[in-house]
């Protein structure tokens, strides 16, 4: 039975001639009636069931899956029906309104599927990635994460403490959380790898000295020692924080004789050498810019601070003070990062580039606590700061790659490490992507949790792209403004998710790269990251809370102590120096920052500024040292002519050096 037939009948039997009252209240009620449902009920409907499902979530889908095919099929049943009114603004309102809802609903059911079928996919391929007995991972030790089991074209057949680490804190949430109790076997063995490999002399050092920056080992847990931009800081960090949560659960299941006995004397290892170096310069995650880099400060920041918690736990509280008063020095610098003229946090203090990089949303999805709020101190996900500054950070990617086109300036695309990125031809990456969409998804999590959200003048932008006439000021959840906002950013969210979904291929793989071109998996095959950004992004949507690990409350000092080593500067080198494709310019002198002459381990510099190589590293105060540059390609190393270069550092501040090689 027709539903709207009484309407119809009573629409055509009426004389023109004569009084229209009738159609015309009619149709008012319908319009309003269909308005209200559109843009009022389906939108705090969809917003509820984020909110419900963590209370009721399989007897809700169940239920929302029902509640969708009806939906639908009235919605048919409208569009058939809209011939009765005779004018066209009626017409259009309607079908606008269906249109509306009709595009969100239906962006959410293919999220929903295709996260359905691709988180066990992403699952497999991660652990395929995992020695001793992971599909891919042939050679590998036990407990050893391969980055890919590409090994030509790019060779990514190494284990990097950084991957490894973002890839166990994953396993190590399912695990903790009751999800997965088979992963148990894995994360010893991860644990016991970590323990060995932290002990492996290497090009950055030993054990004792400095070797615990160093990025990545071969498979077998042997030293890699081919030039590679040394040491990177954030690996320890991560490291930690990813045992610190096995540890907690431990304790929690009555097993603090081996957090105390296994997991400690790891954990201890990484926060000492955190606590000792945090405030020295070296490459940012994506291995290319020496200098200091926010996601190494954050990651840091969180270890020591759920590190000196962790200690507590377990009675170690001679090493408190010092990894809290280290975890106040880091808050406060990381503070200086931000950029308030252009509104972002900018990624590193050197490298030359415009600082707009994925290196500050991976910073703030990794170091989430949702017990902190929107807190901007430690840039949570919904922090003003972290919302302005992911805006700055996707609009720079809207015009750079060609699969973007079209796309309207406030829907999702697809994003890439930085704008300026010419690796493998500077394509957008899945786990940057990812990212994007998490961090949407936390923000929702606390907004919903605390049933408001705040708009200031830093987050404005952000916010008017799903409702232009929002102001500054708080929105509780009772108003139509968090309603409209919460949806609009849920389904932002869902699109970048779309983004990855369309361009990935059918078997489910996920590369590191897709083609800026025409959306083509590239660069490295199966990368475990980008796996576990997958599944991290599917938690997060699904509204599954981090573990809290001490952010909330946090304030930063208004002046930094140990913001430097005591007699240190910051000095900039740079060196005009063309070169041919594959050859790269070092620098390497007389003191242990610039390696002790070594041609091995001598600091890359970057080559964003071309022909001229820069890098910034932090030296000792007033003292005459010596310097060459060198050139290495294929192996070959190339000195600089003699003599040597001079220079006798500043008593304090920072100083450059301009060269060109001889």
């Not at 159609?23 to 843009?39: D, E």
């Not at 609903?105 to 992403?122: C, G, K, R």
């Not at 849920?490 to 959306?519: H, R």
Request: glycine share 8%; charged share 10%.
């Amino acid at each position: 039975m027709n539903p709207f037939a009484h309407i119809m009948e009573k629409s055509t039997s009426l004389d023109p001639s004569k009084s229209n009252v009738v159609p015309r209240n009619y149709s008012a009620l319908f319009i309003r009636s269909i308005f209200s449902i559109s843009v009022v009920i389906l939108p705090i409907l969809f917003f509820l069931r984020s909110w419900l499902s963590t209370l009721w979530t399989n007897l809700f889908e169940i239920e929302l899956k029902l509640y969708k095919e009806q939906t639908f099929a009235i919605w048919s049943l409208i569009l058939n029906q809209t011939r009765v009114f005779s004018l066209p603004s009626m017409r259009c309102l309607i079908l606008s309104a269906v249109g509306l809802c009709a595009t969100v609903f239906a962006q959410s059911t293919a999220v929903d599927t295709f996260l359905a079928a691709e988180s066990p996919i992403a699952k497999a391929g991660l652990l395929a990635n995992i020695g001793p007995s992971g599909a891919k991972s042939s050679g590998a030790n036990a407990g050893v994460v391969i980055a890919s089991p590409s090994n030509s074209s790019p060779n990514y057949l190494y284990t990097w403490t950084r991957d490894s680490s973002l890839v166990f804190k994953a396993i190590v949430d399912q695990f903790t959380r009751g999800e997965d109790a088979t992963l148990r076997t894995s994360i010893d063995q991860f644990l016991a790898a970590e323990t060995t490999v932290q002990q492996v002399s290497n090009p950055s050092g030993t054990v004792s000295t400095g070797g615990l920056g160093e990025p990545k080992f071969n498979i077998d847990l042997t030293a890699f020692t081919g030039a590679w931009g040394r040491p990177q800081r954030d690996g320890p960090a991560l490291r930690a924080t990813a045992l610190i949560s096995y540890g907690n659960w431990l304790i929690a299941n009555s097993n603090t004789s081996f957090a105390t006995s296994n997991v400690w004397p790891v954990v201890k290892l990484d926060l000492d050498y955190v606590a000792a170096n945090w405030n020295l310069t070296g490459f940012d995650l994506w291995e290319e810019v020496s200098s200091s880099s926010y996601f190494t400060s954050a990651v840091q920041h969180r270890a020591l601070r759920e590190g000196a918690a962790f200690a507590t736990k377990l009675g170690q509280t001679s090493v408190v003070s010092g990894y809290t008063t280290q975890a106040n020095n880091v808050l406060c610098f990381m503070q200086s990062y931000w950029n308030p003229t252009s509104g972002y946090m900018t990624a590193n203090t050197g490298g030359g580039r415009s600082g707009k990089d994925a290196n500050t949303a991976l910073a703030s999805i990794h170091t989430f606590d949702p017990a902190a709020g929107c807190d901007s101190v430690t840039f949570q996900p919904c922090s003003d700061k972290a919302l302005s500054s992911l805006k700055v950070y996707v609009d720079s990617f809207r015009s750079i790659y060609s699969i973007n086109s079209g796309i309207a300036s406030n829907a999702a695309v697809a994003t890439g490490r930085y704008p300026e990125d010419s690796y493998y031809n500077g394509n957008p990456w899945y786990l940057t992507t990812l990212a994007v969409a998490e961090q949407l998804y936390d923000a929702g999590i606390v907004w919903k949790a605390q049933g408001t959200l705040n708009v200031t003048s830093t987050s404005l932008a952000f916010f008017q792209q799903f409702l232009s006439s929002v102001t500054a000021g708080t929105y509780s959840n009772t108003t139509t403004t968090f309603a409209t906002v919460t949806s609009g950013v849920q389904n932002f969210a869902d699109g970048f998710i779309s983004i990855v979904q369309q361009y990935t291929p059918s078997t489910g793989g996920l590369s590191e790269q897709y083609s800026k071109s025409n959306g083509a998996p590239t660069s490295a095959v199966d990368l475990t990251w980008s796996y576990a950004a997958l599944l991290t992004a599917d938690a997060a949507r699904n509204g599954v809370l981090s573990d809290s690990w001490g952010a909330q409350g946090l304030t930063a000092a208004a002046s930094c102590g140990g913001g430097g080593s005591a007699g240190t500067v910051s000095v900039t080198f740079n060196v005009y120096a063309t070169t041919v494709w594959g050859e790269n310019i070092y620098l390497t002198g007389s003191v242990d920052a610039l390696q002790n002459w070594s041609p091995t381990t001598a600091l890359l510099l970057s080559a964003a500024n071309y022909p001229t190589w820069s890098i910034t590293v932090t030296l000792p105060a007033s003292t005459a040292i010596q310097y060459k540059y060198i050139r290495i390609f294929n192996g070959a190393v190339t000195w600089e002519s003699d003599p040597n270069m001079s220079v006798t550092t500043p008593a304090s501040g920072s100083y450059i050096i301009s060269d060109t090689w001889r």
